[in-house]
């Protein structure tokens, strides 16, 4: 990485472009900092950005941060910082064409981090053209797991230039922060206002998390478990939530279902440590990072096959099932089988869970982008074909 680390005392290496930093991108990036031989930027350029409803990260120094509202303010943060890399969360925001753009013109290198798969939104061939293009752009990519790599493999990124993890949580503060509260369950469950057992969901209300088929699965394992059954926590908000709430009440169902609306990151620990399981129905998800907090705070783990990270992260029968989303029947047979198994059972299958997702760690990820920024200055930098130049340019000038 000869001209990368030449003067880390002032100049800076790299810059790491986000929408705003929320709690998943800051443990990312306070274990890049501890490990990291460089001086890094973190540059914000959506801070108002709405669509996942974080909790706010204050900046406790770890790194370095700029925060910009306009493409226009995007680029003269680059133009004050000179990075020689630029890593991107994505490629579909217009702040991102424009700091390609910008990186084009003066040969940096660029680095993606991505999870988009095949199956997590209908694949149009000219719009998929159009983004093979793009992504040419790009020296190197950090990506999810397994279908993120399957996919970049599809648009042209060639094996040498992918590397993972992108998706991974702070393992350890789930871990021991659940430990925390199974200290005293009675008394959590008490304050939380939480069922004695129960199937956890943590998600959206909206259409492509599939909660009503969930809702509709859920009834059919109560009747099959009848009064032994578990009950169901959704754990969220959005715009489906009065019709859920009024399928419940169809279905006979309101003294079994809580909705707890949202959750704050420093309460979720304890609604995973008084689970029973997570349950991840969506229909369509680009990973899906309940999961891995769900395991890292040792819980059993029912996902949908349409999720990006079954293949990573479910060992079927070991640490969870997976199930088809838009199958209710097996939806609620995935319940039954976890539900039948006994305690010991269920915390084997927790334990396996911890051990799989060690694999998925902050650190793991600084060293998964580190490898891809080495690549990235492996070789001379790469010259771009004029349609990769004019794919850039082309969604650079679009209005915002």
């Known amino acids: 990485m000869e001209g990368f680390r030449a003067d880390m005392t002032r100049d800076v290496q790299m810059a790491f472009l986000v929408q705003r930093v929320g709690p998943y991108h800051h443990a990312r990036l306070r274990a890049l900092a501890a490990g990291a031989d460089y001086r890094f930027v973190v540059v914000e350029y959506r801070l108002n950005e709405a669509v996942y409803v974080w909790d706010g990260v204050s900046d406790d120094g770890a790194y370095e941060r700029m925060q910009t509202k306009t493409a226009d303010q995007l680029i003269a943060a680059l133009n004050q910082l000179c990075?020689?890399?630029?890593?991107?969360v994505g490629y579909s925001d217009r702040e991102i064409h424009c700091a390609m753009a910008w990186a084009l013109r003066r040969r940096v290198r660029m680095v993606t981090c991505s999870d988009s798969t095949h199956r997590d939104e209908r694949r149009i061939w000219v719009k998929e053209a159009g983004k093979r293009c793009l992504v040419a752009?790009?020296?190197?990519?950090?990506?999810?797991?397994?279908?993120?790599?399957?996919?970049?493999?599809?648009?042209?990124?060639?094996?040498?230039?992918?590397?993972?993890?992108?998706?991974?949580?702070?393992?350890?503060?789930?871990?021991?922060?659940?430990?925390?509260?199974?200290?005293?369950?009675?008394a959590l469950r008490l304050s939380n206002?939480?069922?004695?057992?129960?199937?956890?969901?943590?998600?959206?209300?909206?259409?492509?998390?599939?909660?009503?088929?969930?809702?509709?699965?859920?009834?059919?394992y109560v009747s099959q478990a009848m009064e032994n059954s578990w009950a169901l926590v959704l754990a969220g908000s959005g715009p489906l939530e009065r019709t859920l709430r009024a399928e419940v009440a169809t279905a006979g169902l309101a003294s079994r279902v809580k909705f707890s609306g949202n959750v704050g990151y420093a309460d979720l620990p304890t609604y995973y440590a008084l689970a029973e399981a997570l349950i991840m129905p969506s229909v369509s998800d680009q990973w899906g990072l309940v999961v891995n907090e769900a395991m890292a705070a040792g819980l059993p783990v029912l996902v949908s096959s349409r999720c990006g990270c079954a293949p990573d992260l479910v060992r079927e029968g070991e640490n969870g099932f997976t199930f088809d989303p838009e199958n209710v029947e097996q939806i609620a047979k995935s319940m039954s089988q976890l539900h039948r198994l006994d305690a010991e059972q269920r915390r084997a299958m927790g334990q396996c869970s911890r051990e799989i997702i060690a694999d998925y760690s902050p650190e793991a990820f600084a060293r998964g982008l580190d490898a891809a920024i080495t690549q990235a200055f492996e070789e001379k930098p790469r010259r771009r074909g004029m349609f990769t130049q004019l794919a850039v340019r082309s969604l650079a000038a679009r209005q915002p």
């Open 137 to 186: 752009a790009f020296d190197a990519a950090l990506v999810a797991g397994y279908r993120a790599h399957e996919y970049l493999a599809h648009l042209g990124v060639a094996s040498t230039r992918r590397f993972q993890p992108w998706d991974v949580v702070d393992n350890q503060y789930f871990d021991t922060h659940a430990g925390l509260a199974r200290i005293d369950p009675p």
């Open 83 to 88: 990075p020689k890399v630029i890593v991107c």
């Open 193 to 220: 206002a939480l069922p004695q057992a129960y199937f956890l969901c943590v998600a959206r209300f909206v259409p492509k998390k599939n909660l009503e088929r969930l809702i509709a699965a859920y009834a059919r």
